[in-house]
């Protein structure tokens, strides 16, 4: 008891180390891989995207075929990377990220399975929705916009409440980093982003023991509802300029 105490104390101080680190600098494609991979259970190779095209219409219902899913009930995976969605979809069955649906979704699903479909979500664009124009009632920020709010907090983050930029992992545009497999953002139903930033807050990890990743409990400590629901709605509206 005590010494996995010790264990869980430490790793924390080395997230919130790395944390530290990357806020300061710009994402870039050599940042070095902080997330713990996941064991691999089989000779899987390199996701297929056509293989992973015929995969994924068990997902389209919810997703959509193209996973663009319209209903905010369900996230985009469109744009999303291979190695991110392999991961979760592993979590999922193993019930180290727990959700009941998605339990039995990814419960028939071999290793390969989850890297076509990675992969061949990888490939397809993501369509931003719109950032809603929303003002802020009451409080310091009273009278300016939720995501005008949350456009300063993705880039530059709050020291104050020991909150990173999000920008130093997410990317300037939330396209993520696919190599140590920091998701895409940009575009995301604001319902759906919220939901995940309250449940890291409350302390939620994805994975447990050597799959665990506290990375997003300890960013989300520091978020108030208001800041929560100002970067969501800006994360919706967020893709890459002219496209
Ligand atoms: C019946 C509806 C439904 C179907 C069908 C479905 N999903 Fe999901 N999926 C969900 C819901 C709901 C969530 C959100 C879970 C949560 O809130 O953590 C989700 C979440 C996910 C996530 C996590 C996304 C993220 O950004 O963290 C992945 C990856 C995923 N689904 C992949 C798939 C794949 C692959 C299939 C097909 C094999 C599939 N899903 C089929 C409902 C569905
Ligand atoms: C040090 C790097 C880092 C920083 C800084 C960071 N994140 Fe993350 N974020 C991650 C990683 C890694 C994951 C994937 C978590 C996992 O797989 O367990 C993630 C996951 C997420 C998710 C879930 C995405 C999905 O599709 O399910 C959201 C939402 C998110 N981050 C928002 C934010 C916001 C908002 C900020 C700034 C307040 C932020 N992140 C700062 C690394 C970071």
Redesign the pocket.
Known sequence: MKLSRLVVLSTALVVTGAIAQQAAEPASPEMPAVVAPVADSGPAKAGDPKAGQT??G??A???ALDGNATDA???K?AG?HEQ??WR??KL?KSGE?N?A??MG??AP?SEQDMRD?GAYFGTQKVIAGLADESLIAEGPNAGKKFYQVGERIYRGGNSANGVPACAACHGPAGAGVPGPTY?ALGG?HAS?TA??LTEFRDGTVWGKDKNANVIMSQVAKGLSDEDIQSLATYLQGLHKAGK
């Open positions: 995969k994924a068990a997902c219902a919810c997703h009930l369900y996230p995976l999303q991110f969605i979760q979809l999922f990220r959700n649906i998605m979704m990814a699903l479909i998701p995301q759906y939901a995940k």
